[in-house]
């Protein structure tokens, strides 16, 4: 391991850019945040001054164009994930890079090839796979405690709805919350998906309907092994954020269900009542930002190939892209990824 | 209330005409269970004694033609239901037949006439209704806890897979297992099927597939009201006999986990170990087998619709072909029910 | 395994007589219930003949004289247990007696010394050894799986006190309600109690302490082997009927939950909530019931010890004696088994 | 609230003290930890470098002496937290002491009344009372919806027995392990503790007895209100750190299980295995040691109350020594809180 001292930079400190931030700052004291670059830097001064980044800036090239940077996260809006992957590429900096990389599978290619011309590190932020109850499955099932797979499901809700305007330019529920769960299919199968059949209704909410887009979906996924894949979404679970797996092979099923706010429960005269599902994404995969970018920079740090990478960033979208094709022709869609 | 005491006949001492025998006679003491008919009725000479059946015969037609019989059970191989059936119905008879009542939906329609014209009850056998677990949840979705139902979800994996001669004549998984699940379905919705995409592998066992079946499957369902059906089945869970169920909707989720052999659990160095889910059918749905009956014997003494009629077994017929149809040429067909 | 039929008698058809003669009618059909005895036997003669019992008397010294009644369930008041128990002794009838046999641990041993003298079997009616959850935590310490035992806990909690009535005959929460998990522990423990510490108070119903009696208890037991018991009880969890218990040893901890009215979970904005615990204990112990008669069916047939025997009837009381002289002196109180 | 910011020393860098420097800079940026204390503290100079800490010293008087700080965390041994205590006192630091603040209840008095002189603000390190399990349970209780508390149950057990070297200068298993408990059962009461029952066996390592100890203890306490307390210990669960607690009263019953290492379930043909309870306090608690110092932090800040002050540090330790004396004697022993 590299005894120099790494020095990052963020691009884009909304909500999750200062996440990721903090989590540098906290957890991996071997590492310097030392920029951070966002449209509205101004009003995050007494934010970077805590955590003694040296740096803020409203213009993301002035990371890009510091040789004391190694690494860059790009956590602004997804629309310019593409452009600033190229140029940190070209530039010669280790990119992380928050999903999708883009909407478009020919853009994205285009920041593989530059990202493999400049042999920068580039991982993706497919977060759950840090999970730590996520990642128990996936090795139970590389242990081959589950056998053969035969079928994986996925129920992932949300606890409600985005807002019109996120909605409008999200891609869609396949391109905007599906595909957290097409990378999960591919990370615990191991295999790739061959063909989609997705469907879905407007059960929540009628103004999602009217951009196009559906807030309820069932998706069947066929993998090149013969196992099928099934997952199921809604933007509105009132009881909150929903989030479990199974995988049932030859040898066994593993599951994984929701974490609760506590383990404190309660019976009385109406029954016995356990808590709710955490709330947010962010309670909820709490730990697995803080994995992921330890992992990240261990991959820097080790020059080695990063847990999600830019395959990963595709092959999602291609199945997201895929699915609403399904949607749009109510017929099922083969892939190849 | 008629105060007569009823008198029942079973047409086919199988697995499950026993099964029911032996409940009538253990449960039902206000009821008679007067005739046994079987094509292999000598050997059931000492079974009958023992639970004091008067007759036994190797005709049903025995059965049929005796004026003291009011109802009977029709309980033999699925390709004589409807024969039976019909007989029964001109012969005034009530009848509870054991599911399918055919394979062919216009057979059934046939069957359904007849028992029109003679105004005989006629219940189907789709015993899981009557699962307590199962009825707590329906009644906790008509009771309005759930809101308006957006999902629906079965997993349904049987613990080993049939003989490959019932394979054979079974009419395939999505008529001889899932047709279980449709009828589930229909039911917890309350809303009626209109769309069907079914897709499958088999993973299990290659001579499943020399008889052109699947053993690894997985339905997609559209309801009237908007709402999406999902079920999965495998015909082997080397855990036991997995049947879980989930209603998804505007105000809530109701789910039933599996009944375990005991509630017993262990925790050593290894992890934490709680008992599998019952192995077999009949121990898991022991109790519903038992209600069922006791439905059908109020239904006559109160003159009442049964709870499971005529067309519950013609629509989940209809859904079974569909599926079948889906299957066979990999795009979704309607349903028109 | 003798051919013959064996003809029962119940004495007292309360409600525990009558639930004994219902099993027996519709669960046991190698066996014969003869004869019923009860002083208010005129209102039972429906019941009876819906049963097919073909005798029902005021007098229970008909069934102990009846020469063709091989055994006899004793199901009459406590205080009459002992005297009826030597008489159906000195008749040679194998006796199944209620629990607990007497109050006075000098009259049980006459009773027994009587039961060895006539060389007829007797079991005593310590229900919940047959249920199936302590059951299989039994054999899982049999199993050796849970190493040598180090601690044993007892919950059990009733859902609802008796009425004063009751209370005043019932010999105190120790003798009435703790004996069955006294038995409980020594079943489990496989060891002998040498200590009791009790304690307790009046937390629940101000009337139960009029009669000297307590509704909240809390006893620790030593055992020969140095283990250690903890039992608590209440008479009243407004959740229903709460039995849990727990082993503790050197492999590991076997314990074993409630049993729920059913398995379906709703989950909503208040919460996760399950069923209540069975809330009666001839719901929660049905099964247990069953068998328990069964196994004494089947040491008489097989002329083998039964499960529970006298000194299981005498130990019990012997502990619930110390433990009501524990709480009395404040002291814990040796014992001698 | 203050605008200054907070300075911290500690004194004493073994794990525990280590584990609150780590915490304090990860998590509390507005406090500044200045200083650490260790007798070997130049072995500490990486870490401490790590941490930004400014000075590392081998005297906890450099920093009691340092008019720069204002609040010192006591993390030295247990014989020493006294007299350090006192000092620190006198030279007007706050102070966060570990537990026990003393095993002689009048040396804590002593400790307590030099607190009170010098005003200022003194919390004990019972860290459980911000688990958040277990803070949901309190404020439960709190709520009013157990209604009175009848039976408060801990559950207690160490994964592994601690070395020899310690036991023989632990103080003794209540002193040491169940002195946790006790305060627990103070905390979820609301009530004083008025009498204490407690025995105990060595059945884990002959050698815990040798020094006069015991490694399995059970202990009943009585309080003001009527209500019991039962508390289990043992120095060694092989399945991993079991801490579990149960408020029952009048109202309902509420319960915390453990925190399990993650949520993946693993059914197959030998059982349905779930993970362990966490292994170790550190990462059972990791969470409540955090928020204990924060709380710490603010009681500072905004001058008020420690949320666990001296009286709570001194009466867990009179509890202790009654339990001693109660094992010791075999009787009940009477506290005065």
Known sequence: MSKKRLNLGIIGAGRIGRLHAENIVSCYRNVKL??????????????AGSLGIENITGNYTDILND???????????????????IEAAKAG????CEKPVDMDPDIIREVLNHVEQAGVIFQVGFNRRFDKNFRKAFNTVREGKVGDIHIIKITSRDPAPPTPEYIKVSGGIFMDMTIHDFDMVRYLSGSEVTEV????????????????????????????????????????????????????????????????ESLAVLSNETGV????????????????????????????LNNRKPPVDGSDGLNSVLIAKAAKESFMTGKPVKVEL
């Not at 966002?38 to 009003?43: A, G, I, K, Q, R």
């Not at 900096?93 to 992380?96: A, E, G, L």
């Not at 009542?273 to 991959?299: C, H, M, Q, T, V």
Request: aromatic share 14%; proline share 2%; with cysteine.
């Open 93 to 96: 900096k280790h990119i992380f």
């Open 197 to 260: 059949y997705a469907t879905g209704s407007v059960m929540i909410d009628r103004s999602i309907g009217e951009f196009g887009d559906i807030d309820t979906a069932a998706v069947i996924l066929k993998f090149r092994n013969g196992a099928i894949g099934i997952i199921d979404n809604s933007r509105k679970a009132v009881y909150g954020y929903d989030q479990r797996i199974e995988v049932f092979g030859s040898k066994g099923c593993v599951t994984v269900s929701n974490e609760t």
């Open 67 to 85: 040789p004391g940077i190694d690494a860059v996260l790009i956590c602004s809006p997804t629309d310019t994930h593409a452009q600033i992957s």
């Open 34 to 47: 030392k920029s951070v670059s966002d449209l509205y830097y101004e009003s995050l001064a007494d934010w």
């Open 273 to 300: 009542w356990a808590e709710k599902p955490k709330y947010f994404f962010l309670e909820r995969y709490k730990e697995s930002f803080i994995i992921e970018i330890g992992e990240f920079i261990d991959s820097i």
